[in-house]
């Protein structure tokens, strides 16, 4: 089964930069939607941004929106998520994950429901 593989996790102070590393391997998951979500003990899985696998648009969560920048790296077949003024509400497990490219992006990048090979997680946290 297909998963795919975070990293680039750690402790970071607050107003700080973070990139994390999402490898997507293999050829099963071409013009798949790569999204990156969280998850805050206690709360729901959110998401958080994702890219088109069609024509490369990004979406974001209102929430990082000017903060948060998803970006495809197709020769090393990795999605970065580029994370700076991070705040101590961003701290989260994130994980990456793909959505088939026969759902609308714009519809459902932002929900967990329906994606698939997720990771294991990178633990974020924002703290000084």
């Known amino acids: 089964q297909v998963q795919l593989v975070e990293s680039g996790g750690g402790l970071v102070q607050p107003g700080g930069s973070l990139r994390l590393s999402c490898f997507v391997p293999g050829s099963t998951l071409d013009y798949y939607h790569i999204g990156w979500f969280r998850q805050a003990p206690g709360k729901e899985r959110e998401g958080v941004s994702c890219?088109?696998?069609?024509?490369?648009?990004?979406y974001y969560a209102d929430s990082v929106k000017g903060r948060f920048t998803i970006r495809w790296d197709g020769a090393k077949n990795t999605v970065y998520l580029e994370m700076s003024s991070l705040k101590p509400e961003d701290t989260a497990v994130y994980y990456c994950?793909?959505?088939?490219?026969?759902?609308?992006?714009?519809?459902?990048?932002?929900?967990?429901?329906?994606?698939?090979?997720w990771g294991q997680g990178t633990q974020v946290t924002v703290s000084s």
């Open positions: 994950a793909a959505l088939s490219p026969r759902f609308t992006v714009a519809v459902w990048g932002l929900r967990p429901a329906n994606y698939e090979a």
């Open positions: 890219i088109s696998g069609r024509d490369g648009s990004r």
